[in-house]
């Protein structure tokens, strides 16, 4: 797991307490029952922080997964 | 705080208590991570379970009116410019017409007058934190953004006179805005894409600002009672030793005003009802005369007792805690040498000691700051304004009593003493309240009360409140002892009884017990007695009374106390008997 990755599963686990980092790294709107909408946005406000990065609440809909999430994080943060 | 953290304070196990704090978080907003740091921010202030709770958004003042006596220990109030009126948000398109401002003020005084009923209402049956308008307000004046406009103007006078109409409300407590702007500056608060895309309008260290203000005005710590300083280089600039009265200095023209800055603050908070003493290694024929210099502005009046020899600190500290009854962990020691402020640190650790910061003006500004903090309280009582005059008082009558010679009996005779006694049962009366929740020594069982159980015990019918006022020919005491219960036919369940220490060896609590048989024509009288760590002065009263050490469940009948109780010489009123 690299700094990136890591950095993504604590800022999930902040939001997911209840989550292993292994239930982290497959986590889905699907598959987790409490990301909700009100999840969706700390998640965010929450990336924002610990990234530095301006997430527009318009991508959400996009944002539906760890996998998607890592992959929109390292496009944005390198282009930062 | 940032949201990271929040979430991860939030994380970790909560303290586990029988009773939680109950907090309802009400704003017409969508509370979000306002909700988030306001919990985290609790969790770190206070050693308990918190639940914070959230209502319906949109509607402000509906969600209060709707809201149940019994929901919460508390409500927190965030209200902003859209709760005065729609148009004042950014998610209402409205009208910004310059014909539609005086709708705009009116309709916002309106709702301000329906906020402040339904605030009022909320605050009887328990504290209320309200936070006024943070935001910007939009551009939706004529005029240009430097410049004020009248409906600009009018709008923030309205929030600025709801805001003093109900901060008159012991309940109430209003978020000061002045240290909001010292944490979170204006343009760093209104988020216009999370307002318009979740209903959420505060940028995150925003949110965390309020919530942190919030939760200190929830918390609403107890006051310190006294304050002991030093004099050389801390109450005036000089050595007085070595330049003499008339040499030493607060002005500004001896660059030396910081320190008359300082002597006005301790005046402040000697007017508050804050215990103020010195402890100088000084001469006393010289700080004498220095406070006699006309210029002085803290007054040798408003200071008690003086402590100047060439003793240590420490012995001085322990004299003046003795003479003001009170505690290390309420006082606080300021002198400017730090060797003389880890001497007493050292002999005190509960204490806070603090280095006074001899010419650095910015520093002693900040100090200042700090101790208002310390020492700030939301009411000034009628106590606070005796304080000082019933503690000179006590030592007055130890010393009168030593001197006299003659019998307790004879001294308290001679001590032309009366008691008022209340039974009125007024939800207001902070004395009575904060009397139950401080005091410790003669206290019946260490039973503290929350506001809204205070206000719900109050309300019942089968309840009492009699309160004990108290003066004699030393001085007035004030409002010194407070006795909660209820009654049950012929018998009297007392629940909590306290008394303050500065009443002890005057036998009010006699002439209490005596007044209760009295009032309710009680033939028993039933106390829900604890034993605690320090209600030692309680034990020894009830031992005395009963012959016996107490234990749980004391009772004490008519009889049994006619028997027992000495003599009292008390004059005795009664109000609302």
């Keep these: 797991m690299d700094e990136m990755e890591q950095r993504l599963v604590r800022c999930f686990s902040s939001v997911f307490p209840d989550l292993s980092a292994e239930q982290i790294r497959t986590a889905s709107v699907e598959s987790v029952p409490a990301w909700d909408s009100l999840a969706a ?31 929109y994080v390292r496009k944005h943060n390198s282009a930062s | 705080m940032n949201l990271v953290e929040a979430l991860e304070i939030l994380k970790k196990d909560a303290p586990e208590n029988e009773h939680p704090l109950r907090v309802v978080l009400a704003c017409g907003f969508t509370p979000l991570h306002l909700q988030t740091f ?32 019994s929901e919460a220990d508390v409500l927190a109030v965030v209200i902003e410019w859209q709760d005065l009126d729609p148009r004042l948000g950014i998610r209402s398109l409205g009208g910004w017409r310059t014909t539609d401002l005086p709708d705009i003020v009116k309709s916002a005084i309106q709702a301000a007058a329906r906020l402040e009923q339904a605030l009022r209402r909320a605050s009887e049956s328990m504290p209320v934190c309200v936070c006024t308008p943070t935001l910007p307000l939009p551009p939706l004046f004529s005029t240009p953004t430097q410049r004020a406009g009248e409906y600009e103007l009018q709008l923030r006078q309205l929030v600025g ?22 944490s979170s500056p204006m ?17 995150l260290p925003h949110a965390s600002a309020v919530a942190d203000l919030l939760a200190a005005l929830i918390q609403n710590p107890v006051p310190k009672k006294g304050l002991i300083t030093d004099l050389d280089d801390t109450l005036w600039a000089g050595i007085l030793g070595e330049v003499g009265t008339e040499g030493v200095s607060w002005n500004i023209e001896q660059h030396t005003h910081m320190h008359g800055l300082y002597q006005q603050f301790l005046g402040s908070l000697a007017s508050a009802g804050v215990l103020i003493a010195v402890a100088s290694k000084n001469d006393h024929a010289l700080v004498e005369k220095a406070f006699e210099r006309k210029d002085i502005i803290l007054s040798k009046e ?15 500290v322990q004299r003046i ?31 806070e000691c603090i280095a006074f910061p001899n010419n650095d003006y910015q520093a002693i500004w900040d100090l200042l700051r700090r101790l208002r903090d310390f020492f700030g309280k939301s009411v000034i009582s009628e106590e606070d304004s005796i304080r000082l005059k019933s503690i000179r008082g006590a030592d007055a009558l130890r010393e009168s009593r030593a001197a006299s010679g003659g019998t307790l009996d004879d001294f308290l005779q001679s001590a032309e003493a009366s008691i008022q006694f209340g039974f009125g049962k007024q939800p207001g009366d902070s004395r009575a309240f904060e009397l139950i929740n401080k005091t410790n020594q003669f206290n019946l069982n260490g039973k503290q009360l929350s506001d809204a159980a205070w206000k719900t015990y109050l309300n019942d019918p089968a309840s009492f409140l009699m309160t004990v006022n108290y003066q004699d020919k030393f001085g007035p005491l004030g409002k010194i002892a407070v006795v909660l219960g209820t009654v049950e036919g012929k018998k009297l369940r007392v629940e909590s009884w306290v008394m303050s220490c500065r009443a002890f060896s005057r036998r009010i609590e006699h002439q209490s017990l005596q007044q209760l048989f009295k009032t309710f024509d009680a033939e028993e009288i039933w106390f829900d007695y604890v034993a605690t760590p320090r209600n030692g002065p309680l034990q020894e009263f009830f031992a005395g009374l009963l012959g016996v050490p107490p234990n749980a469940g004391v009772r004490c009948s008519r009889a049994d106390f006619r028997e027992k109780s000495p003599s009292l010489f008390h004059r005795v009123e009664v109000m609302n008997g």
Aim: aromatic share 8%.
């Design chain 2, 302 to 316: 408003s200071v008690y007792p003086f402590e100047v020899h060439w003793s240590r600190k420490s012995e001085s």
């Design chain 1, 41 to 71: 946005v700390t998640l965010v406000a929450v990336l924002q922080e610990e990234f530095g990065l301006q997430i527009s609440l318009m991508d959400l809909p996009d944002l539906v997964s760890f996998v998607a999430v890592e992959k």
């Design chain 2, 187 to 203: 343009p760093a608060r209104l988020d216009v894409a999370t307002e318009l895309m979740a209903g959420f309008p505060y940028k």
């Design chain 2, 161 to 182: 006179s709801f805001a003093a109409s109900i901060s008159r409300e012991s309940s109430i407590r209003i978020l000061n805005s002045q240290r909001l702007d010292e």
């Design chain 2, 38 to 69: 306001l919990m985290a921010h609790l969790r770190k202030r206070l050693p308990r379970r918190v639940e914070v709770k959230t209502g319906l958004f949109g509607d402000l003042a509906g969600s209060l009116e709707r809201l149940p006596a």
């Design chain 2, 321 to 351: 805690l003795k003479s003001w009854n009170i505690g290390p962990e309420a006082v606080v020691f300021i002198d400017d040498s730090p060797m003389e402020v880890a001497e007493v640190k050292a002999g005190f650790p509960e204490m």
